[in-house]
């Protein structure tokens, strides 16, 4: 029997034929750390579920679980579910995780045990070379609360809750903000750790949902902070390196 996997990668996926290729060879690139691949199918109505089959055929580490459409947040708790390692990361279809990024972050979290996560930095691209090179056109770097930037133990989710469904966009934000409040220590790698591609399918591209959402949740981490009797501004070494990274921070 195989020993059990050091790291979970979740990928949700909802008619993601043209980029979830990249994203799992990405994964599967980074051989150092011992990991699964767990891709939840939301429903595509495309051939995403048959290109996943096909590399899965040739990697066990790929396993493809598919479900009735039910939104991002709730494809990722599906994906906890069925997470079999201590450590989980997410990635969304159309994104890439930088070679040796899940290796440095499963290093970090094994020597640290009183560590609950780490977040590393992430570039925005809008186009990639054949080598992988992002800096061709618009790109930016900053430290920013994206899911497939961090890395987590898995027991986090038992401790927390697992990711709200109401929320479609949100739904990131709300957990980092509920890790944040409990506060959960949370190491920052000085390191790239997710290349988040931007292009016109993005879902943050609705920006009148997106800032709908973000109220919401901003609303919602006020009335658990007063329920808890606290009523100080949030401050935590995570936010302090965001602000940090911002003129004037």
């Known amino acids: 029997m195989n020993a059990p996997p050091a790291l979970s990668v979740i990928i949700p996926a909802f008619n993601g034929m043209a980029l979830i290729e990249a994203a799992i060879v990405s994964v599967l690139a980074q ?13 595509s109505q495309d051939e995403t579920a048959s290109c996943v089959e096909r590399m899965a055929r040739n990697d066990d580490r790929i396993r493809l679980f598919r479900e009735m459409h039910g939104g991002v947040a709730a494809a990722r708790n599906r994906g906890l579910a069925r997470a079999r390692a201590p450590f989980v990361t997410f990635l969304d279809q159309d994104d890439i995780k930088p070679a040796g990024g899940l290796t440095r972050h499963v290093e970090i979290l094994t020597g640290n045990p009183n560590l609950g996560a780490v977040v590393g930095e992430s570039v925005m691209f809008d186009q990639i070379s054949e080598r992988g090179d992002v800096t061709l056109g618009r790109h930016q770097r900053m430290l920013a609360t994206l899911l ?4 987590f133990r898995r027991d986090l989710f038992a401790d927390l809750g697992d990711f709200a469904c109401d929320l479609e966009m949100g739904s ?29 399918g993005n879902a943050s591209s609705d920006r009148r949902t ?18 808890n009797g606290y009523s100080a501004a949030l401050r935590h070494p995570l936010l302090d390196a965001m602000r ?3 003129p004037g921070g």
């Open 210 to 227: 997106l800032s709908r959402e973000l109220l919401l949740v901003f609303h919602r981490s006020v009335q658990r902070r007063r329920r």
């Open 244 to 246: 940090a990274q911002w």
């Open 31 to 43: 051989g150092e750390v011992s990991s699964e691949i767990l891709i939840i199918d939301d429903g």
């Open 148 to 151: 497939g930037a961090g890395t």
């Open 172 to 200: 990131d934000y709300d957990f980092y903000l509920r890790m944040i409040e409990a506060d959960i220590p949370i190491a920052v790698d000085e390191e790239v750790a997710l290349l988040h591609r931007r292009h016109s």
